[in-house]
């Protein structure tokens, strides 16, 4: 019986060290990230664009060097059950550690595809803080001589999002933990 304990303990421990070590690539590797609905296996969405391909460089007017316009996203269907969306766009070469961009919620379940230079008021959806401490888009704009990345993540949710007067990325983030079903992203580069 004793033995038993022990190997719950010890697999509850490595269990624990596992879901740490996770927890801190994801952080590393893009600034921290929703987890799963409960129960769920976290689906895999295809988000693209057509202004630019995976890897590729994001075009001068969706940056900071140009318009700063919200480049046009589509995705893949999401799994059933699925009541909104998310969109955060981040750069996790930034110099202090990721840099957010582009924080949309509540995007509505039945969306497929955002335009360019998306109107989130116009469908209902919300925009936080992002690190410019704007509520809008704002563009890829590295330091000068830098090439960096842009992760453009998708999350598919099991609710519309209560974030009340809090909105940056940490409160919106933590009302995602637990409520995704499915998530993707698009990575683009741009440097000046």
């Not at 060290?17 to 600034?31: D, I, L, R, T, Y």
């Not at 001068?60 to 318009?67: F, K, W």
């Not at 202090?96 to 109107?119: C, K, M, Q, R, S």
Request: proline letters at 7%.
């Amino acid at each position: 019986m004793c033995t038993n304990r022990t190997e719950r303990k010890l697999s509850g421990a490595v269990a624990l060290f596992v879901v740490q070590a996770a927890a801190c690539q994801a952080c590393e590797s893009g600034g921290g990230r929703p987890t799963p609905a409960v129960g769920v296996v976290a689906g895999a969405l295809t988000v693209t664009s057509p202004a630019f391909s995976a890897n590729e460089r994001i075009p001068v007017d969706l940056t900071c060097d140009g318009a700063d316009k919200s480049p046009r996203l589509a995705w893949s269907a999401a799994p059933h059950g699925t009541k909104s969306f998310a969109v955060v766009v981040d750069d996790p070469d930034a110099p202090g550690g990721t840099f957010t961009h582009w924080i949309a919620y509540n995007i509505p379940a039945d969306t497929v595809a955002l335009p360019e230079d998306a109107d989130l008021g116009g469908i209902g959806a919300i925009a936080a803080d992002n690190d410019f401490e704007r509520p809008s888009y704002s563009g890829p704009c590295p330091p000068r001589g830098e090439i960096h990345r842009y992760f453009f993540r998708v999350y598919a949710l099991d609710e519309m999002l209560s974030v009340g007067n809090a909105q940056s990325r940490s409160a919106v983030l933590g009302a995602m933990s637990g409520h995704v079903m499915a998530e993707g992203a698009l990575v683009g580069t741009f440097f000046h």
